[in-house]
Each structure stands twice: as structure tokens, then as C-alpha cells.
């Protein structure tokens, strides 16, 4: 019994289950130690760089806690579970609104591992989220994320809020995460009340009403396709488990897909799915895994294995329709904790969805029967954590759409695979490559319009083992580009959109043995980067944001016991309105740099 509760304990943790002293298993997931007490006796605020959401300063028609909980040792337990109540329709607040904004905020004191987590509204997630690592100080946070694309469930009665944060509270691990999530809903006219903005620009751009500011969901590293068809869906369907365990899906290896029945509604005349994704446990670290054959050859007893290719897909009747490579997120506890803080990875409290376009699919889908959606992990090893909303637009003059399916061209995933090694020395690399190009048209209030998605990544990844594995480098750039056209019955392009995305990585890790008794030395890098593109019509927009790290840490197991760290990060982002630069520096958890403008360079 004793043997299987600790079991239970390190693989839900998350925790690797081979020794921290095998540098195959590097980088790793570590417990910032006690004895790191920083001088300061007030907990400390953490952040993620994002644009900020321009209501931060605008005061919201009204506000709806909507879930307040402390999550304790909820290991193996249902998600927390509430009822939710909008806004009554006498309210002031009453649907629709112009935006929704969901601010999560969260504090934590003690020990604690960083922790996974997702809210969901009528089982449809609305963000996934992870937590600070605490110290005895304690820590605070708030992460705030619009919402506006879930209105049609926002303004539902009847649904339960739920949200799931696994968490071990014991004798060792004794950090609480006391977690408050809160609704902000805008109406139009809150938009020309703004308080105290920083840039007269942004003042005539709210006060022209015009605070279209593209794209809903403000870290989909997809299409952005919200903007681009208009308003937000007037149905969502989640493609999720039954949610006794949170309604993620949990997927342990590449046969271990994960389906539901569903049927639309037949006058549906758009759909997208959107996806969201962690990786935890053996493929937390996904990108920096060798191929099995180097772990059996070494003899090595790491879990962590399959190479550095996954992906996500999604499939309809058995009928492959797109994939995602992931953006790499590192949590809080990820490759040395001591990078992040202050300031946590791109993604950490905000990880990004992806949006997969299947309105051209519909002709498949409107024949009023059940179809299996199905969702699985290429390579996969445990644990994935997916799950999925179907947005539906319906057309309210139509019983029935019709739709047909006229280019389905998906070829096989290539990927080409290089493996060298001797001993534990080596050099692994991938390149993959995607693309999809499918097209249907559909006959709607908007008339007959084609809709075309080609839709192309690549990755390259390699894995350099030097000096007896002791030196690690991982380098992975992944690049997206979606391009979707819609053609109108005369054949002319009446909209077009381009989304590009870059996302470059490297993880640097040497491991050398400490001074004292089972100790290491981990010396540790990480390089990574958002560079995203996106233009429909007259309206672009641009993201840059960049995050480098370096330092030191000695540990023990999986504790750090002590080291020095540095991060910094610039964030821009500019569109045809609006103009966010920000960018910090972090040094040993202490900000010493925060230099933020809305000024648009002057400059091109
Ligand atoms: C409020 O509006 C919703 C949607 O329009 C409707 O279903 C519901 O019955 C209304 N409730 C009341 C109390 O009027
Ligand atoms: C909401 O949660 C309660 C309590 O867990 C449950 O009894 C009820 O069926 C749930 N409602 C819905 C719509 O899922
Ligand atoms: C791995 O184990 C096998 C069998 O015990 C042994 O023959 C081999 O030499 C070992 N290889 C290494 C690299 O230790
Ligand atoms: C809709 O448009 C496409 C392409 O222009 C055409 O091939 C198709 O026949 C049209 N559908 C109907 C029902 O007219
Ligand atoms: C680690 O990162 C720092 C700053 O980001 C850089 O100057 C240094 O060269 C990097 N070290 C290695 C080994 O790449
Ligand atoms: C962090 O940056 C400071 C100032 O540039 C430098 O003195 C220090 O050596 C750096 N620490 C590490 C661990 O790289």
C-alpha cells in the first residue's frame, strides 16, 4: 500500500521517476528549497508579459465572482464545482456585451510544486493555467484573459463553473493555492469612458468606438479567425470527458485517442474547433526527448523517450482534419525554477488554444447525424491533458445549410529523422512538415461562399549530448502559416487572411556533480520566442516576444537548494491602432529592469 501511494504521489506530481542524476532525464522539474528564503517578508507578485488587455484601465459595467476556492490536497479528488449565474437580463449587465474578461488571481505560501489547472464553464475550458511556485514569503498572481469568444455560454443558465488543480498537501509539500476567478463585462458604452490611459491614441481609438482590437482570444496562436468572420460563436459544443476528473481528456500514449459523438446543428454555417493542450509527466519536456534507442542502448531508466515529434490531432470519422505542433511552455518548476521569478515563461499562466478552421468540413457534417470527433497525440507518452470546443455559427434564416466538401488534400506527416550516437554522446535531429488544404462551400444568409484553408508547419528540432551526456543543447523552431481565402459565387476573393507564426527554442543543461553528497550542478539556458504575423484586410497586427535565461542551481533530488539566475524579456506588439512595448529584467527573483511604453516607434 505504502509503495503505491508514493507511486500515485510522483507520477501525478508530475514528477520524472528516474533519477535526478542521469542527465538523459535534464531538463527536469524542480521544488524551489525552503532554505531559498529571499529577504524580502512580503509575498511576491508574479506575471506573465502580455499585451494588456486595454479594459485593465477601463472600469467594466459590472463584475461576477464567479468561483472562489482554496485548492488543498485535492489529489485524486472531482474538481471544485459551482453554479454559474450571468447576469440577470433586467441588469445593466445583461448579454450581449462587448467584451468579457476572466481575471483568475491566486496565492499561494509554503512548498509547493508548480500545478496544472483549468477552468471550464459548462464543461467548455476557458482557460488552462498554471500555477507560481510558492515560497515561505508566499506568492501572488492574476492572469487575465478575454473571454468575449464564450458569450454564448456567458449568458447561460443552468451551467456549473468547475475548475480542476490537482494539488499534494502533506508534510513535505505545504503550499495551499487559494484561487478567486472574477468576470469583467463590458457594454459598448464603457468603451468611451476610459480612466487614465496612458496614450492619446489609444483615447481616439476608444473614442471612436473602434476598439477592435482583432483577434478574441488574446493568446490564440491561431487564425485570429474571430475577427475575421465577426461575432463570437452562438453555440459551443465541448469535445471533453464526462469531468468526474476534470473534463480534459487524459491521454497516455500515441494509440490512446479520445472520442465523442456529436451532431450539429444543420444549419450551421461555421465551425471551428478549438484546442487546448499540457504536457506532463514523461512528456513534459516533450522537445528535449531522445529516441528509445539511446535510453536502451545506455541502459538508461528514464521514461522520457519517443523522440522530440508530437503533435495534436483531431479527427472526424476516423477522417484526419488538422494537427498542432504545440507552443513549449515550461511551468514554473521547468528546467530551474529560478528563472521564473518574477516573471514566468511565455505561456506559463495563459497557455495558448488553437484554433482549427472547419468550416470547409461542414458538407461531412450537416446531415443531422452523429459524428466521432476524435482527438490523439502523434508520439505521445504520458500524460497529454487535451480537450476541445466546437464553435458553431448557425444561420437564422435556414433550417439547413448546404454545404459541400470540394478539396480535401492532406498528405502523410513527413518527417525525416537523423540519429548518431556513441555511448551517451550524440546528435538527434527531426524535421517535420505539415500541410493541409482543404475547401468547401456553403450556402448561407452570406450567399454561396468558398472557403479555402491551407494550413503548413514544419519543425525542426535537434539533441546534442556532449561530454558523457553530462551537456545538453535542445534547439526546436517551429513555424506556422494558415492562409484562408473566401471566394464569393462570381469567383472573386471577398476576404483573405494570413497568420505566420515563429517559435524558436533552445535549452541549454550541463550537469556537473556538487560538492557535497548527491548533489548537482546544473548549469541552465533557455532561449525562447512568440513572432506571430496576422493580416485580414486592412487590419494586421504583430507580436515579439522573447525570453532569455541563464544561471545556475544546486540540487538535490529535486530540490534546489541554491543558485543565481537571470531572465529578461521583451514583449512588442503593434497593429495598424496600437502600439505595447514592454521589457523586464529579473535577476536572483528580484525585477531590475520595467521599462513599458504605448508609444509606436517612431521608426518605420
Ligand atoms: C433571460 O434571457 C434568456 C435568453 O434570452 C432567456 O432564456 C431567459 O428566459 C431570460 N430570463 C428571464 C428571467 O427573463
Ligand atoms: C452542476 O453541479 C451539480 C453538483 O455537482 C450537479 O448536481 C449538477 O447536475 C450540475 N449541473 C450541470 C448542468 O452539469
Ligand atoms: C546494458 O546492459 C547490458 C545487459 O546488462 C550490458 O550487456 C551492456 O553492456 C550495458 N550497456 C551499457 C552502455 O552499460
Ligand atoms: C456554390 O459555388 C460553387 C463554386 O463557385 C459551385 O461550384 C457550386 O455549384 C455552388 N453551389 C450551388 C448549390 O450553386
Ligand atoms: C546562456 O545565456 C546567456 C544570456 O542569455 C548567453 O550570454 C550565454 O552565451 C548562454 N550560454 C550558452 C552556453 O549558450
Ligand atoms: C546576472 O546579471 C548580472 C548583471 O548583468 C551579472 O553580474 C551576473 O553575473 C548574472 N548572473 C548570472 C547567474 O548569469
Redesign the pocket.
Known amino acids: 500500500m505504502a509503495a503505491l501511494i508514493f507511486f500515485l504521489l510522483l507520477s501525478t506530481a508530475g514528477v520524472s521517476l528516474s533519477v535526478s542524476s542521469s542527465p538523459a532525464s535534464n531538463p527536469g522539474r524542480f521544488l524551489k528549497s525552503r532554505s531559498l528564503l529571499r529577504p524580502s517578508a512580503a509575498p511576491q507578485q508574479y506575471f506573465e508579459l502580455d499585451r494588456p488587455v486595454p479594459f485593465n484601465v477601463i472600469r467594466p459595467s459590472c463584475a461576477r465572482r464567479i468561483l472562489r476556492h482554496s485548492f488543498a490536497n485535492t489529489i485524486n479528488s472531482p474538481p471544485y464545482t459551482t453554479p454559474y449565474f450571468?447576469p440577470?437580463?433586467?441588469s445593466k449587465c445583461?448579454?450581449p456585451w462587448s467584451r468579457a474578461i476572466l481575471e483568475i488571481s491566486a496565492s499561494c505560501r509554503g512548498n509547493q510544486y508548480d500545478r496544472i489547472s483549468a477552468l471550464w464553464l459548462g464543461g467548455a475550458e476557458l482557460i488552462r493555467t498554471s500555477t507560481a511556485e510558492p515560497t515561505a514569503d508566499g506568492v501572488v498572481w492574476r492572469v487575465r484573459k478575454d473571454v468575449s469568444r464564450y458569450s454564448s455560454l456567458l449568458?447561460?443558465?443552468g451551467l456549473n463553473v468547475t475548475m480542476m488543480l490537482e494539488n499534494i498537501v502533506n508534510d513535505e509539500y505545504t503550499g495551499v493555492y487559494h484561487v478567486k476567478a472574477t468576470i469583467f463585462f463590458y457594454k459598448g458604452t464603457d468603451i468611451n469612458a476610459p480612466i487614465g490611459l496612458p496614450d492619446q491614441k489609444i483615447n481616439q481609438k476608444l473614442a471612436s468606438g473602434n476598439l477592435e482590437l482583432g483577434h478574441g482570444n488574446d493568446n490564440t496562436l491561431g487564425l485570429g479567425a474571430w475577427d475575421f468572420y465577426g461575432p463570437p460563436a452562438d453555440l459551443i459544443i465541448p469535445i471533453a470527458s464526462s469531468g468526474n476528473k476534470g473534463f480534459w481528456y487524459r491521454i497516455e500514449s500515441e494509440s490512446d485517442t479520445h472520442s465523442m459523438q456529436i451532431s450539429i446543428p444543420r444549419n450551421t454555417k461555421r465551425a471551428v474547433l478549438e484546442l487546448y493542450v499540457s504536457y506532463h509527466g514523461n512528456d513534459e519536456f516533450w522537445y528535449s526527448n531522445p529516441p528509445n534507442s539511446y535510453i536502451r542502448t545506455n541502459n538508461l531508466t528514464t521514461g522520457r523517450g519517443n523522440g522530440a515529434y508530437r503533435e495534436v490531432f483531431i479527427a472526424i470519422d476516423g477522417r484526419f482534419v488538422g494537427s498542432e505542433v504545440p507552443f513549449p511552455v515550461v511551468f514554473t518548476g521547468g528546467v530551474n525554477p529560478l528563472f521564473w521569478e518574477p516573471v514566468v515563461a511565455i505561456g506559463a499562466f495563459n497557455l495558448p488554444s488553437y484554433d482549427i478552421d472547419l468550416t470547409p468540413m461542414l458538407g461531412f457534417l450537416l446531415d443531422g447525424k452523429q459524428h466521432e470527433f476524435s482527438i490523439g497525440v502523434t508520439h505521445g507518452i504520458s500524460y497529454w491533458l487535451v480537450d476541445a470546443n466546437l464553435h458553431l455559427w448557425v444561420d437564422p434564416y435556414a433550417k439547413i445549410v448546404v454545404a459541400k466538401p470540394v478539396l480535401y488534400d492532406v498528405p502523410a506527416l513527413s518527417v525525416v529523422r537523423s540519429s548518431q550516437f556513441k555511448q551517451l554522446d550524440g546528435l538527434f535531429m527531426v524535421e517535420a512538415k505539415r500541410k493541409v488544404r482543404v475547401a468547401g462551400w456553403i450556402i448561407s444568409d452570406a450567399g454561396n461562399l468558398t472557403v479555402m484553408i491551407v494550413n503548413k508547419y514544419s519543425l525542426r528540432s535537434s539533441i546534442q549530448f556532449q561530454a558523457s551526456g553530462t551537456y545538453k543543447l535542445v534547439k526546436q523552431k517551429i513555424k506556422a502559416k494558415r492562409e484562408t481565402r473566401i471566394v464569393n459565387g462570381c469567383g472573386a476573393i471577398v476576404a483573405r487572411s494570413v497568420f505566420k507564426g515563429k517559435y524558436p527554442l533552445s535549452v541549454i543543461t550541463k550537469s556537473l556533480p556538487g560538492l557535497e553528497q548527491d548533489t548537482n550542478m546544473l548549469i541552465t539556458n533557455v532561449s525562447h520566442a512568440q513572432d506571430e504575423k496576422f493580416s485580414s484586410g486592412e487590419f494586421s497586427y504583430s507580436v515579439r516576444n522573447g525570453q532569455d535565461s541563464d544561471g545556475w542551481m544546486l540540487v538535490k533530488d529535486h530540490e534546489v537548494l541554491k543558485g543565481r539566475a537571470n531572465t529578461t524579456q521583451i514583449y512588442s506588439y503593434r497593429d495598424s491602432m496600437f502600439c505595447y512595448f514592454r521589457s523586464v529584467a529579473a535577476s536572483d527573483g528580484i525585477l531590475v529592469g520595467d521599462y513599458s511604453t504605448f508609444l509606436c516607434p517612431s521608426s518605420s
Do not use: F, L, M
Open positions: 450571468p440577470r437580463n433586467s445583461a448579454a449568458s447561460q443558465h
